[in-house]
């Protein structure tokens, strides 16, 4: 059998879309091969830069924080799910009927989501503004998790959700109510993942967060291993 690694993180650089109000991400040069004989940079960034896991501490006040999850929750075989075609709240209705469709014989732990963001990635959408709430609202968070949906993955068990955009809540959620109940369901949240070129199925997936004490969240390198 074939082993094929399929890289789905966000690339970190000073162009990385972000949340509108995070930190942007500046990357400097400290030293140079010139003057010290090696290279070193100063990075500056948020903890929910790129693809990042959300730690429990994120939104929970007796959370736990990044480095204090298990990594052992955030790999194991993953269905990737594609709602590109859909907008608006995903329910649990929605979801247990994709899955069931799905029909996958593997001991599915992850389930990960497929949206509009990828479509407009693969059409190469046009250049946008991420200061703009109300426009990435409308445009990047289309499609998001109810409160159902969310309760049906803890029900089901599910280590890890992924999706490719910047929340499992809706962008304008002042509570986010999908996260409070699935990071209390000890169900770890990946955002910001690169799904444009991945097809869906079955994978094995593997994340693992920059190990910083005590923060909530921590960008990620994301990888699908296909096997065929």
């Given at each position: ?28 040069s400290i ?54 075609s859909l ?16 029909r996958v ?124």
């Amino acid at each position: 059998m074939k082993r094929k690694v399929i890289d789905i993180s966000t690339p970190i650089s000073p162009f990385t879309k972000i949340f509108p109000g995070d930190p942007e991400p500046v990357i400097e040069s400290i030293c140079t091969l010139e003057n010290k004989g090696c290279v070193v940079s100063r990075l500056s960034l948020g903890s929910h830069t790129g693809t990042h896991v959300d730690a429990p501490s994120h939104i929970l006040s007796n959370g736990i924080s990044v480095d204090k999850l298990k990594l052992e929750s955030l790999m194991g075989m993953a269905l990737i799910l594609d709602y590109s075609s859909l907008e608006g709240s995903l329910t649990a209705e929605i979801l247990e009927k994709a899955f069931q469709d799905a029909r996958v014989s593997e001991d599915i732990s992850i389930l990960l989501l497929k949206t509009k963001n990828s479509s407009r990635k693969q059409k190469g959408s046009e250049d946008i503004n991420y200061q703009n709430n109300d426009y990435v609202g409308k445009k990047f968070g289309s499609t998001y998790l109810d409160e159902s949906a969310a309760s049906w993955i803890v029900e089901k068990k599910f280590k890890t959700i992924g999706i490719d955009s910047f929340s499992i809540d809706s962008f304008h959620s002042k509570i986010m109510s999908a996260h409070r109940i699935l990071l209390s369901g000890n169900v770890n949240i990946v955002e910001c993942l690169e799904l444009s070129l991945v097809e869906v199925g079955v994978y094995f997936f593997l994340c693992l967060p920059l190990k910083i004490e005590d923060c909530d969240g921590a960008p990620a390198r994301a990888l699908l291993i296909s096997y065929s």
